[in-house]
């Protein structure tokens, strides 16, 4: 639809050859309007009004909104944000064409006309998340993982490959390309966008919505975008504006440089607890300053992947030379690079390192403060220095492995490397030897850690060592974070290069597994010739995803596994990914670190996290002489020659030429035709969904909740990896005793994530991590809950209660602490919720994303009174609730609160957490994808 252009901002801008319609931002004038000292986030957002105002959904009163922005107030004006485009990755985008496709289904079921469910913004996927690391430290873990994931992923891949043919403008990129983020950032993003509509050739900023929270990333390129659940995904492609209130912004002013031996990780890590304590939910972030100029793009990627760690909605860098060096280094054409620099200085977009924007807020960092640090053991803002992470773990362990005893800590216990020529392949089917020396690690805590509890392990190659708490089992250089980062990766590939020379082997306890996120990487690594160390260390290729930090990591040593299960020893992972999260990385794994890769393979050498970097040797060299970290590390010149060397655009050329095409292994998978997908009862991937089973055309009125039964009582910072299901599945679990009686052997079990397009099994998994605490069941850790149906009141599993509550009529609630739902853009924590029989979640406060979800799965989110929460009010979740003034919603307004009242008494005002007029209309449909079908419907 053309734009109504109530500011007469259509204009024309001429680039070489080609014109290109634009709305100018300095059209939008007037008393009280000063757009030019917006800061860029927002003015991205005013284009985005300008050329979509249609009178309707978007009025000249929300331009002059946003034109008058007042950055003192709080948000309450609520704006239509239609972003350019829509990013998926598999885990999440599977359950997106599930939809799509049933949607299909659901309008021809109600008359309408099926292809209207179509994706009207381009949509593009990336099979990044569904790739384990089955094989590691070999030759040809690659090949081998590559051919498993094909295996047990086929019916997955062949309904991706059939929604490639059936919707127009949704695009594939196969598996073993790269990481949705970084493929993102080096070949999608656009940073100015240009589109055909009506015969004319616009240009805009490109912006997105995307599947995965970490859609961040690509705010270092200038481009506004962030992550959403997979149902407000659906509602964007379908042509569906995100509902937003005009945010607050906080500008975060840069200054001076990074020193040596500091890298991007660390930066990373400290803007991550500086933001995460200053508070910027529901904001957001945007970097300023003559800091700015000086950080490379890389860095800037970096940090804008972990705004949801911070927890804002976006941490964006402005435009400028920085940027167009980086999209030529990349393979973009020199008439998109120039397009990106003429609209940026056209409009206002281009940073100017001397200005400082209007800020709701201010934070400052001068970069040269920056010092090595890691984080851990458990959330990605818990920064802890590198030279006090000893002590930091030490003080950490007692609550991992019980009370704190006196004993010999590990500076003692160390007794010799592993020498020899290589170290141990864990592939199974592979021995190195059966004469390797016995080993020593003895990882208790002395001065206030739990007592040191050595379990002697003996490999089947004949290695023997002594495994103890604190062991490092699993570092893993993965993840979008850094391993779309040359100095970081260009740093641990020269340290690994520097510690083969010396004689150093990573310890043989320790799964090592290398999964850069682009085919750049090991394009740049072969031509530098560092391939061959990191090999050397066990750091062997295992595939271009996510892997260890989804918690694909795979099985960890056969022999180590069953020392830690069998001696409850609380083990480490060390990984450079953003998410650490309990019971996320691997199921025999405690306590998680995230670190910069150059870290990440130190601590493969030291094999320990209850050893000092940088005072403790690491090692012996060939002459027996200890190796410290100092004599290890690369230094900047060194990184930086190398990049030079090694780095090109033609890599990038080559690498994203062909990128939606795939290998013979995607090429060759039999694809279903068709409009409509013809569903195969017996799969066990892919079933049509309940969301739309006897929906009329009209909503029902909603209605108040009666005889509520709590189903989880949680505590602070429950987040969606607690809620939604991921990683692998158990025998003995509701999911995994329904793919057994579905003939289902358990070695083909796969994964959570890789079967969420499976609602029967997704809903089995809701609430199943491991490390859950529910209240209403104490004493139990995992998916467990008492069932108030049974007159014992026994505990049981979250689904089975689930299932007796919903066969005896009861609706459900979930009480909760502070920051529930952080972390991923999971849609499936929703969708789990609702199909479990949640009618309602109150919580002390939400995580910005899996409120609105629960929204759009017909959730009502509910926040206790300020300064209270289930403690202060008494709950213990044996009550019965109800909950009323809901019913308002049907006259068209949004309550402030409504009124909960207990059997037991208790009675308070809920918040309604019911943010926009747009939510509203959501919750009245019974969900966002109700709502965007009727729409269709009646148009």
């Known amino acids: 639809m053309a734009s109504k252009n109530s500011f007469g901002a259509k204009s024309t801008l001429d680039v070489g050859e080609k014109s290109y319609e634009i709305f100018r931002l300095d059209a939008v004038t007037g008393e009280g309007l000063d757009v030019d000292s917006l800061p860029f986030s927002l003015k991205v957002l005013l284009e985005n009004l300008l050329r979509t105002e249609d009178g309707a959904n978007i009025t000249a009163d929300d331009i002059k909104a946003l034109a008058g922005w007042d950055e003192t107030a709080q948000p309450d004006k609520e704006i239509q944000f239609t972003p350019a485009r829509v990013i998926m990755q598999d885990f999440t985008g599977v359950p997106c064409v599930v939809d799509l496709a049933t949607m299909r289904e659901a309008m021809a079921d109600l008359g309408g006309d099926a292809t209207k469910i179509n994706p009207l913004a381009p949509a593009e996927m990336v099979i990044d998340h569904s790739v384990m690391a089955d094989v ?192 030529r280094l990349t393979g973009r054409s020199e008439e998109q690079i120039a397009l990106v620099e003429a609209y940026a200085k056209e409009q206002g977009l281009w940073l100017d390192p001397s200005a400082e924007p209007r800020y709701s807020e201010k934070l400052e960092l001068d970069l040269s403060t920056v010092v090595p640090s890691l984080a851990g053991p458990k959330r990605p803002q818990d920064r802890v220095l590198v030279s006090e992470a000893k002590e930091s773990f030490r003080a950490a362990l007692v609550d991992y492995a019980g009370e704190a005893q006196d004993t010999k800590g590990y500076d003692e216990a160390v007794e010799e490397s592993f020498p020899g020529s290589d170290a141990p392949s864990h592939d199974p089917k592979q021995s190195n ?36 708490h604190g062991a490092v089992t699993i570092a893993s250089i993965t993840s979008c974070t850094n391993t779309s980062n040359p100095s970081v990766m260009i740093g641990a590939a020269l340290l690994a290069k520097k510690a083969v ?82 019971g996320r990385i691997s199921p025999d794994i405690k306590m998680n670190y995230l670190a910069s ?40 010149a060194e990184v930086e020659e190398t990049i030079r060397g090694a780095i090109n655009k033609e890599m990038f050329a080559e690498s994203y030429a062909d990128v939606f095409k795939g290998d013979e292994r995607w090429r060759s998978l039999p694809t279903p035709e068709g409009k409509i997908f013809t569903w195969d009862e017996d799969s066990t991937y892919v079933r049509k969904p309940p969301y739309f089973e006897g929906m009329p055309q009209e909503p029902a009125p909603v209605t108040d909740i009666d005889g509520a039964r709590v189903l989880l009582k949680l505590g602070d910072s429950v987040t969606t990896d607690h809620i939604s299901p991921a990683g692998s599945i158990k025998a003995d679990s509701p999911a995994g005793k329904y793919l057994a009686e579905h003939g289902v052997a358990q070695r083909d079990f796969n994964s959570y994530g890789s079967r969420r397009g499976n609602h029967e099994v997704m809903i089995r998994g809701t609430f199943a991590n491991i490390r859950l605490r529910n209240q209403v069941a104490p004493g139990t850790e995992g998916g467990f809950t008492r069932d108030f149906t049974q007159d014992d009141a026994r505990v049981t599993t979250v689904y089975d209660a689930a299932e007796n509550y919903a066969e ?132």
């Open 501 to 582: 020379e010396k004689g150093l082997q990573r310890k043989p306890w320790v799964k090592t597994t290398l999964a850069p996120g682009s085919q750049v990487v090991s394009d740049y690594y072969n031509k530098a010739g560092l391939t061959p160390y990191l090999d050397k260390l066990g750091f062997n290729l295992v595939g271009y995803g996510c892997v260890t930090c989804i918690g694909n990591s795979g099985p960890l040593i056969p022999e180590v596994s069953a020392a830690i299960n069998e001696n409850d020893l609380a083990v480490v992972s060390v990984l450079s990914g953003n998410r650490n999260f309990e």
């Open 597 to 636: 890769p150059p870290l990440v393979v130190a601590y493969a050498l030291a094999g320990s996290m209850d050893v000092d970097l940088f005072n403790d040797a690491l090692g012996t060299d060939n002459d027996g002489n200890p190796v410290y970290l100092k004599d290890i590390w690369p230094s900047p």
């Open 808 to 939: 005896a009529g009861i609706p459900l609630v979930i009480l909760a602490g502070k920051e529930y739902g952080s972390g991923s853009s999971r849609d499936w924590a929703a969708k789990g919720t609702s199909l479990l029989g949640v009618k309602a979640v109150i919580a002390e406060s939400y995580e910005r994303i899996h409120r609105s979800n629960l929204i759009g799965m017909g959730v009502i989110p509910l926040q206790f009174p300020e300064g209270q929460n289930a403690e202060s009010l008494g709950l213990s979740g044996e009550e019965t609730f109800a909950i009323s003034g809901i019913t308002a919603l049907n006259e068209g307004t949004t309550p402030r609160t409504v009124k909960v009242t207990t059997d037991t008494g208790v009675e308070f005002d809920a918040v309604v957490r019911i943010d926009t007029p747009g939510e509203a209309n959501y919750y009245r449909n019974g969900g966002i994808m109700q709502f965007v079908l009727r729409n269709l419907l009646r148009s």
């Open 136 to 327: 590691f430290g070999t030759p040809d873990a690659f090949e081998r993982n590559v051919e498993i994931e094909y295996e047990r992923n086929r019916e997955r891949y062949q309904f991706l490959r059939w929604g490639q043919g059936a919707f127009d403008d949704f695009k594939v990129v196969p598996p073993g390309t790269g990481i949705v983020h970084q493929v993102n950032i080096e070949h999608l993003a656009r940073t100015v966008f240009t589109r055909e509509v009506d015969g004319e050739l616009l240009a805009y900023p490109d912006t997105c919505v995307g599947t995965d929270s970490h859609t961040t990333m690509v705010n270092g390129i200038g481009v506004v975008g962030w992550g959403v659940g997979g149902i407000e995904a659906e509602a964007a492609m379908l042509g569906q504006p995100v509902s937003m209130l005009i945010p607050r912004v906080v500008g975060f002013k840069l200054s001076g440089e990074l020193p040596e031996g500091s890298t991007a990780t660390d930066l990373v890590l400290t803007i991550t607890e500086m933001v995460r304590k200053h508070g910027v939910v529901g904001k957001f972030v945007e970097f300023y300053g003559p800091g700015v100029s000086a950080l490379p793009l890389a860095n800037r990627a970096t940090i804008g992947n972990m705004s949801p760690e911070f927890g804002s909605t976006i941490a964006v860098f402005p435009i400028d030379e920085e940027t167009t060096t980086y999209l």
């Open 433 to 468: 030897g059966e004469d390797a020396p016995r080993q020593h690690l003895s990882a208790a805590a002395a001065d206030g850690g739990r007592a040191s509890n050595p379990v002697e392990v003996t490999l089947e190659d004949g290695t023997t060592f002594t495994l103890d």
